[in-house]
């Protein structure tokens, strides 16, 4: 399953304050453009007010229309009284070429109807306003270049603080990583004055707090319950044991005591293996060493050779010098322990039982019928291949839980008639 992409706190903060900042750059800027378009229009009216005033001042005065033609008054003309004067004022934004300069500049031009001394002059105006727009286009080509410049700056000072203001952080997931439940080792405090980070070191204290007391609670009681019923349960065995050799048992009465002495052991061996898995799932084997198996394996082999040969069975090794894991040497022992002893309960003398290794794998099979249950259901609690009341159905599941705590891969596979167990690192 893919997983899912992360970002850190800050640079989504830092994200989501660019867009606003944006928003509120590209918002401002047309708030201004339209300011800049207001004043453009309110001087130019002023002006162009100025103008008219003293147009038609002029023409009061009697004075001809050529010589009120020049500067911003482009054409004067006498129009006829009836001409449709609701058309008036014309304002329009005009390009007129400049031959000085060789450009064309824009004017506004505006077209007002003036009357003076009972005739009626459609005067034209005109004004400069390029500058006006330059100045408004402005805002607009700044707002990007000034953007870009301030998220370059924000990224940068992000980029450089947030190992100094995340640093308590990091501290605190630190400590939450190499936090161990029933540890010794005191969990050091992280001095900071960040409040969320205070809140959040308070709340990791008070949560292993509780956590190391639940799990002390719960190790107290279990230790005691697998102390203390391993003593009614080795009298109940001896006892046992003493009767069967009793000459004035029935046969009868033989039977139901081997079962009581059968039960006895299937329920201490019961409590030993779950006391053991619950210290392996709780971290308490942490003697963690590069361990060579060639010698560890040919030990165990040697151990329980004489078992295998009362079942008719060979043990067959191919072992590499290089092989090792890293690995509590005391756990790789109960790997071992568990996968031979498991290979001598189920193994035929069809064939023998192969132990190899590489420099990678650790191999161990035996000839055997298959398995009645599937081999999702292999490694789980409970689980038994057969119905041997031998069996607790906790080897492998032990063995599995000691593979996920030392970080090994074990795997199982059925082929040519064999139990195939593979470890791989």
């Known amino acids: 399953m893919q997983s899912k992409r992360t970002f850190n706190l800050l640079s989504r903060i830092t994200f989501f304050y660019l867009i606003f900042t944006f928003v509120v750059f590209y918002f401002n800027a047309k708030l201004l453009t339209k300011e800049a378009d207001e004043f453009i229009d309110s001087d130019l009216n002023r002006r162009f007010g100025w ?23 482009s054409n004067i003309q ?70 870009i410049v301030l998220v370059i700056l924000i990224v940068a000072f992000n980029v450089l603080l947030q190992g100094y203001f995340l640093r308590p952080f990091r501290r605190i997931l630190e400590a939450m990583q190499n936090f161990k439940v029933g540890g010794s080792k005191e969990v050091e405090k992280v001095s900071t004055t960040t409040k969320e980070f205070v809140d959040m070191q308070d709340l990791f204290t008070n949560m292993i707090e509780r956590i190391d007391a639940d799990y002390n609670h719960l190790k107290e009681y279990t230790e005691d319950v697998a102390h203390e019923i391993q003593t009614p349960l080795a009298i109940i065995r001896n006892k046992s044991e003493s009767l069967l050799f009793s000459e004035k048992l029935e046969e009868e009465d033989a039977k139901m005591i081997k079962t009581i002495y059968d039960e006895a052991n299937h329920l201490s061996k019961l409590g030993t293996t779950l006391n053991l898995i619950t210290k392996i799932e709780n971290g308490e084997f942490t003697d ?11 030990n165990q082999v040697e151990a329980v050779e004489e078992l ?53 794998e650790f191999r161990i099979s035996n000839y055997g019928a298959p398995l009645n249950i599937s081999k999702d259901q292999l490694f789980k609690r409970f689980v038994k291949g057969s119905e041997s009341a031998q069996s607790l159905g906790l080897g492998l599941a ?14 199982y596979g059925y082929e040519r008639k064999q139990h195939v167990f593979l470890l791989k690192k």
């Not at 103008?51 to 008054?73: A, N, P, W």
């Not at 390009?95 to 001394?117: D, F, G, M, Q």
């Not at 963690?288 to 040919?298: A, F, G, N, P, S």
């Open 288 to 298: 963690i060493k590069t361990l060579y198996t060639i010698e560890e394996i040919r």
């Open 51 to 73: 103008i008219e005033g003293r147009v038609e001042h002029h023409l009061k005065k009697g004075r001809s229309i050529d010589s009120l033609i020049g500067g911003s008054v």
């Open 78 to 147: 006498e129009i006829s009284s009836h001409c449709k004067k609701t058309d008036y004022p014309i304002t329009e934004d005009i390009t007129i070429y400049h031959p000085e300069i060789e450009r064309n500049l824009i004017h506004r031009r505006k077209v007002v109807l003036v009357e003076a001394n009972g005739k009626f002059y459609r005067v034209s105006m005109d004004k400069e306003v390029q500058n006006y727009y330059y100045f408004r286009d402005d805002i607009f080509e700044y707002l990007i270049p000034s953007f």
């Open 308 to 360: 295998a040969q009362l079942k008719s069975l060979s043990i067959e090794m191919k072992l590499d010098e290089e092989h090792a894991l890293n690995i509590d040497p005391y756990l790789f022992d109960i790997i071992l322990k568990n996968l031979l002893k498991n290979a001598i309960r189920y193994g035929t003398a069809e064939g023998p039982i192969k132990i190899e290794t590489t420099s990678t």
């Open 398 to 411: 032990l063995v599995a839980k000691i593979c996920s705590v030392s970080g090994l891969k074990i795997s």
